[in-house]
């Protein structure tokens, strides 16, 4: 055997049994061998690298099975990041500086991933203040998928006046006078939000190149190394997957994407489908970039956002005969599908026309599923589970779970949604986070929802029956994501024949008090064998250095996630990391940019991952 890479010296979950052991293999992408230091290192060749855990805790490579990484990283360098920001004033002085920046006609762009509970004031921006810190740059920023607050020269920007009307299912407030105000509501359909940022200028092809890498090698800082992308609106097939084709092509992927394929446009959904089909099919790719089906848009009259400050929206009456159409063609041509469905009213009316087309074409083994079922009945699992579908669950919940309970209540709160149950029940699970613009990328918040069923703000939603232990809630992110692009007993345990991805950790994820998971990092992340990222003691490892492009990207100052002293400390700096210093990169200038905020001290992260 020819081995390629040992790692050992650590303490390597597997998800098999073994549970853990010392060392692994890898050869041609490939986990070879795994078990004790001594077996592992006997196997070396005089080609081989050799990698000392350090004792290190490793787990496989986590796999989200429901994110938006394709469009996360066409706009990611567009993007002002207040993921894990600590206080509103820290925000909006970033905000502030960014649009300093900024040059016309290029807007600042906060988009999904924060909560105003995770902020020490608990609470969101005024348009006032919004309009204080930016009076001339046009700023959006966008709240879930309830809100978007544009300060008076987005207002310019986009065209909104007295005379604009308010598009179906959305609000434009405004005054006394009639004029908008700023406020942009989803009541309840987000078309609104996503129309709006829409207007907004685009990166070039070159930067969109640049801003993807940087994102997918954001995400390798937290140890994924697999996500099954959901598509997105005005996301189309083929036009918006040159960027990702072309980094494939040149092998300049850090993560591996099975991709859905999402309708644009309502009433035009089966026309949509009948046209991919005969343009690609399910499995297309490879390893590292594959076409995995359809969804999670399936038509239009289904999509149920889950805005919980709204009631919740009764579907269309032609779902059913619009959905049946749709299905009845997948079936028949093998595509797996996946359907967006957060209340279980959707989910009866959609497993009513499942269970028809079932009739006529059975489904027998197709990987179909619904995505986040918040509040789904028993009932409905037990309907899924005969129709051999899965649910992938998010930790939506954990940014918007107050929301939740001040219009439903505690009781109906505690499941939802119901995790454990769906585990007794035997129905395939797979976790992720539905990132960019609910809930953040960061894998290990999800994994504390899913462990301490508590939100990022911290109000615990469910009790011990529908929480996790962290074996099983890591089991979820990796073996239990592979079904879901029909990947299953191919990725997600650190065993002989599967891919080699794999994430050494900051702190030990099996040991740390649970307030601490979500903290945690990957000071090494490989994939297929590869180091995809490095930090600290890995950091010599690390890939090639990546500057920022345009320069006034917020990532050029800000980064993405931001990293307290404790992460910082921890998992120490990388040493490849590169920042902006007097007009230049610079290698030798690798400090954090430390701000003393409401919540203690903490950084901006902006040389961790910019390799």
């Not at 070879?32 to 060749?45: C, M, N, W």
């Not at 006046?161 to 009639?178: F, M």
């Not at 997105?232 to 992927?253: A, C, I, R, T």
Request: glycine share 8%; charged share 20%.
């Amino acid at each position: 055997m020819v081995v390629d890479t040992i790692l050992h010296n650590a303490r390597i979950a597997t998800n098999r049994v073994p549970a853990f052991v010392e060392a692994v293999a890898i050869t041609a992408g490939t986990i070879s061998a795994a078990g004790t230091d001594e077996e592992i290192l006997r196997l070396r060749g005089p080609m081989t690298t050799v990698i000392d855990g350090n004792r290190r805790t490793v787990i496989p490579g986590l796999n989200d099975s429901h994110m938006h990484p394709i469009r996360g990283g066409l706009n990611f360098n567009l993007e002002l990041r207040w993921d894990g920001v600590p206080s509103l004033a820290d925000a909006l002085r970033m905000l502030k500086e960014q649009a300093a920046r900024t040059p016309a006609p290029q807007w600042v762009r906060v988009v999904g991933g924060w909560t105003e509970f995770q902020f020490a004031e608990r609470r969101m921006p005024t348009l006032d203040e919004i309009n204080s810190v930016s009076p001339d740059t046009p700023v959006f920023v966008m709240h879930l998928y309830d809100r978007v607050l544009l300060n008076r020269a987005a207002l310019r920007a986009v065209g909104y006046t007295k005379d604009t009307p308010n598009p179906p299912g959305g609000e434009i407030q405004r005054d006394k006078q009639g004029n908008p105000t700023g406020l942009l509501l989803a009541k309840p359909n987000a078309n609104i939000l996503y129309s709006t940022l829409a207007k907004g200028p685009r990166l070039s092809r070159e930067d969109q190149l640049n801003s993807s890498r940087l994102f997918f090698r954001e995400l390798n800082r937290f140890g994924i190394t697999s996500a099954i992308d959901a598509g997105g609106g005005f996301q189309n097939y083929p036009d918006d997957y040159g960027v990702v084709n072309e980094l494939h092509k040149k092998g300049e992927l850090s993560i591996r994407l099975a991709y859905n394929l999402f309708t644009q446009k309502p009433k035009q959904e089966l026309a949509d489908f009948q046209n991919w089909t005969k343009m690609t099919k399910p499995g297309d790719g490879d390893d590292f970039y594959r076409v995995n089906g359809a969804g999670e848009m399936l038509v239009f009259s289904a999509a149920d956002f889950e805005d919980f400050l709204q009631p919740r929206p009764d579907m269309a009456p032609v779902m059913e005969t619009e959905l049946k159409a749709v299905i009845h063609h997948l079936a028949e041509n093998r595509w797996p599908f996946r359907m967006h469905a957060t209340y279980d009213e959707t989910i009866s009316r959609a497993l009513n026309v499942y269970e028809e087309v079932n009739r006529e074409i059975p489904f027998d083994g197709l990987h179909w599923f619904f995505d986040h079922c918040e509040t789904i009945s028993d009932r409905n699992i037990e309907r899924i589970k005969s129709l051999g579908g899965g649910i992938a669950v998010q930790n939506r919940m954990a940014f918007q779970g107050e929301y939740f309970v001040e219009r439903y209540g505690a009781q109906q709160a505690k499941r939802t949604p119901p995790i454990q149950r769906m585990l007794e029940m035997g129905v395939p699970v797979g976790a992720g986070t539905d990132a960019t613009r609910v809930s953040s990328y960061n894998p290990f918040l999800s994994l504390y929802w899913l462990v301490t069923g508590k939100t990022i703000g911290g109000l615990s939603l469910y009790t011990e029956k529908n929480r996790l232990d962290r074996s099983k809630a890591l089991e979820l992110y990796t073996v239990g994501s592979s079904w879901f692009s029909t990947e299953d007993g191919k990725k997600g345990s650190l065993a002989p024949g599967q891919l080699g991805d794999l994430a050494v950790l900051s702190s030990d994820y099996f040991s740390i008090p649970e307030e601490e998971i979500k903290n945690l990092e990957s000071v090494l992340t490989i994939v297929g064998g590869k180091v995809v990222y490095a930090a600290g003691e890995f950091s010599s490892m690390a890939p090639p250095e990546l500057p920022v492009s345009p320069d006034w990207s917020p990532v050029n100052q800000n980064g993405g996630y931001a990293r307290s002293e404790e992460q910082s400390t921890v998992g120490a700096t990388a040493s490849h990391a590169m920042s902006w210093h007097d007009g230049k990169y610079s290698a030798a200038h690798k400090t954090h940019q430390w701000i003393l905020g409401d919540k203690g001290l903490w950084s901006l992260g902006c040389d961790c991952f910019a390799f």
